[in-house]
């Protein structure tokens, strides 16, 4: 079956800690997402990717970073500067057709990871 | 969609009921629309979209509404199931304009047995 895989499903990060989110997925897509989710509010975006080795900041894009080195693979870093990483991340794509890039399609998210500090 | 804050809406329906779900945008420019359910600890799911040189499209058991003049979007759900509890969010873009998916927060279906 295809789809998207995040791992952990639950993760801790200490204080100065950086910690990395995994989001996989083999449906071919192109276009990668990461969202960040807290009660109550609507997702918000992080980054986002076209193609390998390129991607863009989102809204919130300050204390985190990511790659792309592969294709079915976009990596998220929270970094220790992220101050308030108490969230729910998801991982989202979408394939790219006739051209149109981004924000066109809808998106088929992974079951996320939540963060927590220690 | 617009951030109500923190408080996340609730509706209550009886099993086999129709529901009504509503949300609002804010972009005036906004041109693609979807609706998307949530269960507790997962992903969200697609449910269906529309663009906004139409009004209405229907699905399987579901049915998006697009009133441009005042922005707002509902999601109907005929015949509610106990599977349909869930919190239900709609986001809006301009892809040509490259305005990225703006998120409801949602509102949680409960369906009543």
């Keep these: 079956d295809g789809g998207i895989t995040q791992s952990p499903k639950y993760l801790f990060r200490k204080e100065g800690q950086n910690v990395t989110l995994s989001c996989e997925q083999n449906l071919n897509h192109d276009a990668m997402y990461w969202y960040r989710q807290d009660p109550g509010q609507g997702l918000r975006l992080i980054y986002y990717s076209q193609i390998v080795n390129d991607f863009q900041k989102g809204d919130i894009a300050e204390g985190y970073s990511v790659s792309r080195e592969k294709k079915e693979s976009f990596p998220l870093t929270v970094t220790s500067a992220q101050k308030n990483p108490t969230a729910f991340y998801l991982c989202a794509s979408h394939p790219i057709t006739g051209g149109k890039g981004f924000f066109n399609q809808p998106q088929h998210f992974g079951d996320g990871t939540r963060l927590s500090i220690l | ?113």
């Excluded at chain 2, 951030?3 to 609730?10: A, F, K, N, Q, R």
Aim: net charge positive; glycine share 8%; proline share 5%.
């Design chain 2, 1 to 113: 969609g617009e951030s109500v804050g923190l408080h996340l809406p609730t509706l209550s329906v009886q099993e086999g009921d129709n529901s009504i779900i509503n949300c609002a945008y804010s972009n005036s420019a906004s041109d693609y629309f979807i609706w998307y359910k949530q269960e507790s600890g997962k992903g969200p799911q697609f449910i269906i979209d529309i663009r906004s040189n139409m009004d209405k499209r229907q699905g399987q058991r579901v049915t998006v509404l697009l009133n441009k003049t005042v922005k707002h979007l509902s999601l109907q759900i005929a015949a509610t199931q106990p599977g349909d509890s869930a919190v239900y969010f709609c986001a809006d873009s301009n892809p040509r304009k490259g305005q990225n998916f703006v998120f409801g927060p949602g509102t949680r279906l409960s369906v009543l047995p």
